[in-house]
């Protein structure tokens, strides 16, 4: 990875220490995983001096980057170790993506609008995240392809959770997902078990819509 100047590594080990620990996330690897990617090159030139403050910010196209304790919430309820496939569903800027791409084995990850497709695959290539495989494509289909997943994340409010999530989880998998109102949703996690699904909801949570056939409709986006 190239080097960066010394203030964003500072701002970094700083939203790690009063943003993430301080609020109860412990999993090692993922503390190390979000020290370890460089957050302020996934937003634009000018707001990367904010790239570290606790708050989402605009990526274009109606799109955010999210909050840094909401990564992290979602990437330790995912539970993943090194030997795991993870499904993400929107893209977006790539952040979530690379964080999950620092624990597990392969991060596959669809993205609907194609110029913040083009651009989080450019950066993974010149960040050297060569584990994590791109596609431009309706996420809420999934991608049965590459299925069955030992987790799925999905960065988007969804009105219910599609059926396809379920289908391409491994037997043990979690999936997350926000999932209510265009204004407000609650992140549930799903655990797929042999005799069907259990579900735990961690908290209130506001994202952008989850658009797609299987999602909201264009329209009401």
Known sequence: MEKEPLKYERQREEMVRKQIEARGIDDARV??????????????????????????LPIGERQTISQ?????????ALRLGPEHRVL??????????????????????????????????????????????TRYSDGTAGWEDESPFDAIIVTAGAPGIPACYINQLAEGG???????????????????????????ELGGCRFVKLVGEAGWKEADH
Not at 33 to 55: C, I, K, N, S, T
Not at 68 to 76: D, R, S
Not at 109 to 127: G, M, V
Not at 174 to 194: C, D, F, H, S
């Open 88 to 133: 993400e569903i929107g893209t977006g800027s790539g952040y979530q993506a690379a964080v999950l791409a620092e624990i597990a084995f392969r991060v596959y990850t669809i993205e609907r609008i194609h110029s913040l497709y083009i651009r989080a695959r450019r950066l993974f290539d010149r960040l050297g995240y060569h584990n994590i495989v």
């Open 68 to 76: 840094p304790y909401i990564v992290a919430e979602m990437t330790q």
């Open 31 to 56: 503390l190390e995983a979000v020290r370890r990617v460089p957050r302020h090159l996934f937003v634009g030139e000018a707001l990367m001096d904010q790239a570290y403050g606790d708050f989402p």
């Open 174 to 200: 979690r999936l997350i997902i926000p999932v209510g109102n265009e204004y407000t949703q609650e992140l549930i996690k799903v655990v797929k078990e042999a005799q069907g699904t259990r579900q735990t």
